[in-house]
């Protein structure tokens, strides 16, 4: 009885002292923050959990200030120098808990990857994601595009009037469309969710955010790590074996194709031939490469081009202004390209202002002051504190943006403040972050963003249904959930073609 009595008062010890060393002698220790924030990681991982902590994040900065206290050894900034004293450098790593491996895989994806690994890794991508690669790879993204025209067609009926039109989920069919085309792009063959019409079994395993939180939150307790082979249940194991099991097919059908095909996959076969051994990309670091790429180049241009879609439809005069600017510049679909659409300046600060209220990785993007320290938007901190920028704080930020809860596509016609809008800060707008953790296929995802939006106002006229499915539709943005990107509802939307 003794022996446990001393365990428990060593327990109480030891965190009552942890809490008063938090407290009071944590280098953070002049950081405001609330409370329990600053004595326990656990309440910012509750929060998150509960898929609000962007939200939470915000809060606290409209208390505390540009600098706030977020965990015991963590430090958020709505500053926007923060960007370029952080991400620019290679040696702000993500904290390991931050960026774990599935159970069972020992291959590092970017996401993952230590330093030297992480380099390699962007070495052997980037040419997949130049440029020139984005030019080639327009025919593919085109031929979904048009796709998903013939199946929207499909779903207008005669309205008696001599128009056709129809009820649909834009949200849905933006889905299919963008995950066709990244696993054309990724391993040479789709999902054929626009041919089925259905979200393929594989989309929903590689999407289930919430469990990748929960395996987060564990990453943060050692002991409780520790015994997640043995606590994690056969079936989820079984699902992401099946996942990682059905990469490993589609890339060695890729690799055995004779087909003349650029694609990712062609691309680092040429890089892992032309370059020293030791350089090389294994099968199984492309096999979780690939998988991340599927999930950054589907799931990020579904939140972006949804909530385009969200906020255009509460903004009758903006969508009315789109529409006027693709189809007084084009006479019919075929003269649509990616080359001409990136002159089109209401095209283009539509999607901006999209990115801006709807940004597609609304959480913080964590990272760890390197050996040394480091200064960061003029604070002097030690080594291996985390660091991140609050990107949804930044952008709903007054102080970066005026009137920051508007759709406004104006703000940026101006390419800086105007006397409409005084603040705005382009420098706090890294919707796809920046430097070597940004993200690699920016110049792909405009080619996406710009093609698919056009495409599909040229063609149709959208409005909101009518009744409760256009109450519904209407509901913010905002009221949807965040586990790291946001929880999509559905977005039921009128579609008319266009006379």
Known sequence: MGFVQAAVGAIVVYFVTKAIYNLYFHPL????????????????????????????????????????RVGPNELSFVDSRAWKDIYPRKDFLRPPQWGARPPGVEAHNLISAPLEIHSRFRKALAPAFSEKATQEYEPTVRKYIDKLLVRLDETLKPDGDGNEEGVADIFQWLNFTTFDIIGDLSWGRAFHCLDSTKEHPFIAVLLHFKVALIATVIKHFPALDALMPYITPASALNMLHNVIKTGQQR??????SVAEKKDVIAYLTQYNESCVPEARMTDEEIEQNTLTIIVA???????ALTGAFHYLLMENEKLGILSEEIRSTFGS???????????????????????????????????????????????????????????????????HFSEPESFAPERWLHGG???????HDAKAFYPFSLGPH??????????????????LVWRYDFSLPLGS???????????????????????????????
């Not at 180049?297 to 939140?303: A, D, K, R, V």
């Not at 403040?417 to 603040?423: A, D, H, I, Q, V």
């Not at 109450?471 to 509802?489: F, L, S, V």
């Open 469 to 499: 499915a256009g109450e519904k539709a209407a509901n913010g943005w905002r009221a949807q959930k965040i586990y790291w990107t946001w929880e999509k509802a559905p977005l039921l939307v009128r579609i008319r073609r266009a006379t």
């Open 333 to 399: 679909e075929e003269q649509i390209t990616g080359a001409k659409l990136a002159g089109l300046p209401y095209l283009n600060a539509v999607l901006s202002e999209a990115l801006r209220l709807c940004p597609p990785l609304p959480d913080s993007l964590r990272r760890r002051v390197p050996k040394g320290g480091a200064t960061i938007a003029g604070h002097t901190l030690h080594e291996g504190v985390t660091v991140a920028t609050a990107c949804w704080s930044q952008l709903q930020s007054a102080s």
């Open 251 to 256: 890339i060695q059908e890729r690799k055995e």
């Open 438 to 455: 940004g993200c690699l296929g920016q110049s792909l995802a405009w080619l996406e963003m710009r093609m698919i939006l056009a495409l």
């Open 417 to 423: 403040p105007s006397k409409t809008f005084p603040n």
């Open 297 to 303: 180049g589907s799931e990020t241009l579904t939140t």
């Open 29 to 68: 220790s002049r950081y405001p923050g609330p409370l329990l924030w600053r004595l326990s990681q656990l309440p910012q991982l509750v929060v998150m959990l509960q898929g609000v902590l962007p939200f939470r994040i915000k809060e606290l900065h409209d208390k505390y200030g540009d600098v706030i």
